[in-house]
């Protein structure tokens, strides 16, 4: 076992260095040893507060990290943002490409009213101002899979700005102890994708798919509010799963539909803002939270020693789990911005502004989108609680898991059961099973309705718990027989015959008098072993509750 | 006298466009640096080639700077001649694609339909390595 060794770690706010028992060494190369512990209900590897603030030298050495992100969004629509071209995950090479998304000369760029809608969608959700005028400018750098040379983006007046994002992180060590943060939104603006590189080193050369050329996408951007991967990670959860709720965006990150880039530094605390780094292309859910608390990390580590941070761009290596400078970018990059000449102003309406007899098809206006926005995920929550007095960290664990929600619902439909059984059945058992098998909630072998039949049984006493588990046990196994039938294949059910259940109690007892002399002394244990003995008689057929009470009334008179 | 007026006239628009250039940033002495052309090369990837295409840029900057002339105050700046037109919004239906061989005609090389590019973008010599373009 290690030696306890000495490594920043955050406590609330401030990063602190502590002592840390075991881990391993930091060090190039080295995995950077923060506990994850894989909580139910987080997707991301989330990040222990590990040593208690008391261990550590209060000022002398405190610094605190700035977190800002850059979030880009595919937006989930049929063509591209500027062309007619179909947007689609796997095709062959360039094979969804027009004219338009391969920069042949003569080509212009026409609008898709369906991105400017999810745009308009998603900066109402997130509280943003939309603006009625935006406008569209390039963005020039030279790269093959840009074959434009620049990108339509909107840097000047992007279409929503000023907004906010409520996320949710741990602030103890019990999943319950979780405190609600917010991250301010700069601005949502669209904007185009580019191509795919897939590098091919033995040959030196990359080849090049345009087939991602020019799709759509939203480019969200978070103030540096937050302090740590955790916060970061929790955002970004949160943010998908709003994004997934409007249907705006799939923003599924494996398949590179959600891409997060992040801005760090860290300064001692009262200090001004430390020097910057961007960490781009963070692609991974689980990796996230991890590269930044790397480069913070880094960042004091450098800084203690003496040495300066460099306002430059990295990236982070999954494999040897640090972040690393990256080649190709000399110097700071000149955009060179300019009104992107083939395109006016981008104009939005509401209802009192609409321009009467207007096209519908050419208007878009705010106030009927506003209106006919879905549930987001917080309200969802909310009425998770209100209705079922659920807990808010079980709310939070049946929105986290793609069908769980639908699940939870269709069983509550067809059970009599209490919701909190409902609750507690589906987030632990259910999901247990799930989890176990690495299975998706859509390829479960168990139907909402079969548990719901399941948990009816449970709720008409006509099996026990334990009885219950093993039907459920079975009923994952093997398809096609309902509960019901396994009970009676089983012989699972609870013994209703009260008189048979009091003579075996009382066979029990006449066998085992020393325990219940034991019981009649006051030993609170003996009667659990009394229950146990009737409970191995009945072949564990009889409900606990109900032994007991025989059991106490016999002992009693 | 009227000959005293035109003089007096035209050295009083002449003092006007020398103070005017005066009052503009110590840059504009006129000179177009080297090292703005090196950025600029790098950057748009142009190739200024000679001391007669800097000296080209510098009046086309000068006959451009008149602009300033103008009292602009108060008054939003055209950001686009479009500016009165309507933007289109297209209905997103996939009209276009499915055209990959068309396409990779074009390219220098292909290898099983993807482009190929180098292996990254391959830098501009630096200056002292580049031919040094001749000077007038």
């Known amino acids: ?557 | 006298m009227r000959a005293r007026a035109v003089k007096l006239g035209l050295r009083s628009w002449v003092g006007w466009r020398r103070g005017f250039t005066s009052k503009a940033d110590p840059q504009r002495s006129g000179r177009v640096t080297a090292e703005v052309i090196e950025h600029l090369e790098r950057l748009a990837l142009v190739d200024f080639g000679s001391q007669e295409a800097v000296a080209r840029l510098e009046k086309a900057i000068a006959f451009a700077d008149r602009l300033r002339a103008v009292d602009t105050d108060g008054v939003e700046p055209l950001e686009s001649v479009l500016e009165d037109r309507c933007l289109y919004l297209r209905s997103d239906n996939v009209v276009e694609g499915n055209c990959a061989e068309v396409l990779l005609q074009n390219a220098h090389r292909v290898v099983e339909e993807y482009f190929v590019a180098p292996p990254g973008n391959i830098s501009l010599p630096k200056q002292d390595e580049q031919e040094p373009f001749s000077h007038n």
């Open chain 1, 1 to 557: 076992m290690a030696a306890p060794v000495k490594r920043w770690s955050c406590v609330g706010k401030r990063w602190v260095l502590a002592y840390i028992d075991g881990g391993s060494r930091h060090g190039r190369g080295a995995a950077i040893g923060f506990t994850s512990r894989r909580k139910r209900g987080q997707s991301s590897v989330a990040q222990q507060p590990l040593i208690t603030a008391q261990k550590s030298r209060k000022g002398e050495h405190e610094w605190e990290a700035v977190v800002g992100l850059e979030i880009h969004a595919q937006i989930s629509s049929n063509s591209k943002l500027f062309s007619g071209s179909q947007v689609h995950f796997a095709a062959p090479p360039n094979s969804l490409v027009s004219f338009f998304d391969a920069s042949l000369p003569g080509t212009l760029p026409v609008l898709n009213r369906r991105c400017v809608e999810a745009a308009v969608m998603t900066g109402l959700a997130l509280n943003c101002r939309i603006n009625k005028k935006s406008l569209f400018d390039r963005k020039h750098y030279f790269y093959a899979d840009l074959p434009a040379g620049y990108q339509i983006t909107q840097q000047r007046l992007p279409i929503a700005v000023n907004g906010s994002l409520a996320y949710s992180v741990c602030v103890g060590k019990k999943p319950s102890q979780v405190s609600t943060k917010t991250v301010r939104i700069k601005q949502i603006q669209l904007e185009q994708d580019s191509g795919k590189s897939l590098h091919d080193e033995p040959r030196s050369q990359t080849l090049i798919d345009l087939n991602r050329a020019g799709v759509g996408l939203l480019e969200v951007v978070l103030e540096p509010d937050m302090s740590c991967g955790e916060e970061a990670a929790s955002a970004v959860r949160e943010l998908q799963l709003i994004l997934q709720a409007l249907g705006t965006s799939q923003a599924n990150m494996a398949e590179g539909q959600l891409r997060v880039d992040a801005n760090i530094s860290v300064h001692h605390p009262g200090e001004p803002l430390g020097v910057r780094t961007e960490v781009k292309n963070l692609n991974s859910a689980r990796f996230l939270a991890k590269a930044i608390d790397f480069e913070i990390e880094r960042q004091i580590h450098e800084l203690e020693n003496g040495r300066k941070i460099l306002n430059e761009t990295r990236s982070f290596d999954y494999k040897l789990g640090c972040t690393m400078p990256m080649r190709d970018k000399e110097g700071k990059q000149d955009y060179r911005f300019m009104p992107e000449p083939n395109l006016p102003p981008l104009l939005l309406h509401d209802t009192a502004s609409l321009p009467p007899g207007a096209d519908p098809q050419q208007v878009i206006n705010i106030d009927w989108i506003r209106e006919r926005l879905p549930e987001l995920p917080s309200e969802t929550r909310e009425k998770l609680i209100q209705q079922y007095g659920m807990l808010p960290e079980h709310s939070f664990a049946l929105l986290n898991e793609v069908g769980l929600l639908e699940f939870f619902q269709n069983v509550i439909k067809e059970t009599r059961a209490e919701p909190k059984k409902v609750t507690s059945w589906v987030l632990n058992i259910f999901l247990g099973f799930l989890k176990q098998q690495n299975l998706t909630v859509n390829e479960s072998p168990v139907t909402p309705s079969a548990l719901a039949e399941l948990l009816n049984l449970l709720d008409r006493k006509a099996i026990s718990s334990s009885a219950a588990k093993q039907v459920f046990e079975e009923l994952w196994r093997s398809k096609g027989k309902t509960p019901s039938q396994i009970v009676s294949e089983k012989k699972l059910e609870l013994m209703q015959d009260q008189e048979a259940l009091e003579r075996v109690c009382h066979t029990v007892m006449e066998g085992h008098p020393q325990v219940v002399m034991d019981v009649k002394r006051g030993n609170p244990r003996a009667i659990n072993k009394l229950m146990g003995l009737v409970r191995k008689a009945t072949l564990s057929r009889a409900d606990p509750t109900v032994i007991k009470k025989i059991l106490e009334r016999k002992l009693s008179s």
